[in-house]
């Protein structure tokens, strides 16, 4: 390779490394314990827990949980019923003010299926585990903090490509894994930064690019609505709004009917943004690691309880629903967990490293320049 050419990728990795670095630190810190996030809540005491009650106590119709939703959040509506394959006699409830109340402003607790009891969710409103959360997802900063950790992601994908490219010519001079220890503090550091960097390559790129999706997740269900969903609530475009509601005790039957094969995952009432002014939207999932997190929507009229469209999954939301399990190593239990976190924690090596490097480098004309004036 040319030093021209080697010279002009030395400065794109240079650059978007420094740019993008000090959000990926924080990123790599907030991860982490992410990572873990179901085993820290249970250890700081945030996971929710319902009482004992014998094994084959009945579960109340899901009407009479939406009626204990609303007891529970008085002047509030049901968003949200969500589903937890940890626990058979929970229900995840979400409600807000209004049913278009955006997600940052609802509240989500958990309800006993056998009782109506509400149980508080300190990690899902305020914990320490959703600060960290907000802190990795958008800094608190909403959509524009999510963009900019989308640009940072973006550029680290950059980093990380001309990275590979000045490897190749810089490890002929060298075997392989080879670590210069008789040699000065900041070579022993760069061959360390390239040889940590090379055995993350693969993860690095899976986590970068799934977080750039996951990122731009506001803009792909937004998307998903104006194409996807208008294109199945077509015919009620003109409809008045809806005064009365059907129970909604048969929609999960009605949803299993429709869609054999698949489990629910959540239903969305009217309004939200997962359906429409005229639907319960059940997404049903399939039952293997893959498909467990691919949703396919059944729209049930809110009024007659027909099935008016069952939807098919456009890739950007099969994307964006793969890309976050992946992102934080949901899918291969505790090995994967612990996988992602070596590799979560070599990361930080690597962006740590990268800016001891420049700034070693930077200092050097600096002490060139100082020798020279005592020298005179």
Known sequence: MKSTTIRRWLFIHTWTSLIC??????????????????????????????????????????????QAAELHRPGEVVQYFGYDEDERNGVIAITAATAGTEPNSSHTFMLDARSGEAVEMPAANGGLLMVILRLHVDMFAGLPGKLLLAFMGLLFVVAIISGVVLYAPFMRRLKFAEVRRHKSSRTRWLDLHNLIGILTLTWALVVGVTGVISACADLLIEAWRNESLAAMVEPYRDAPPLTERAPVNEVLNIAAKAAPGMQPDFIAFPGTRFSSEHHYSVFMKGSTHLTAHLWTPVLIDAKTLEVTAIGQRPWY?????????????????????????ILDVLTIIVLGSGLYLWWVRQRAPAKRNERTEVAV
């Open 21 to 66: 670095t000090l959000f990926l630190l924080l990123l790599a810190l907030t991860g982490l314990p992410l990572i873990f996030h179901h085993e820290l809540e249970h250890l700081l005491g945030e996971a929710p827990e319902l009482r004992a009650m014998p094994v084959d106590t009945p579960h109340l119709s899901l009407q009479e949980l939406v």
């Open 317 to 341: 939301m099969d994307a964006l629903s793969m890309s976050q399990p992946l992102h934080f190593g949901d899918y291969g239990g505790r090995p994967m967990q612990i996988l992602w976190a």
